[in-house]
């Protein structure tokens, strides 16, 4: 759900979708609307509160993955694959992710 946000913040400079980074945001802000939130931030919260309802772990480190991990987690990630995500996602960009998720 972190990049539900993550992808919301496109532009058309980093956006991988051909339609470009409007179009991205619309759909992101349709599905927020789906969800009966008015911005990205209350659909991460209902997601969120779902999936802890659900019983599923919503951090990292409730895995067993260590913080030390998170750069070698980083490394791995075949960056090919990524691009049929939204928006462009760089080490950078994914270390902070990993980051908000542990």
């Known amino acids: 759900i972190i990049k539900l ?3 919301s913040e496109t532009t058309d400079k980093d956006c991988n979708d051909d339609r470009g980074a409007e179009y991205v945001r619309e759909n992101i802000f349709d599905l927020c609307s789906i969800l009966g939130a008015s911005n990205v931030r209350q659909a991460r919260d209902i997601v969120t509160l779902l999936m802890i309802k659900i019983g599923l772990k919503i951090r ?3 895995l067993g ?3 030390s991990n998170l750069k070698d987690i980083a490394k791995s990630v075949n960056y090919e694959r990524l691009k049929n995500n939204p928006r462009n996602i760089s080490l950078e960009n994914l270390m902070e992710i990993l980051k908000e998720l542990y």
């Open 5 to 7: 946000q993550y992808n």
């Open 65 to 67: 993955i260590k913080k």
């Open 60 to 62: 990292l480190r409730y």
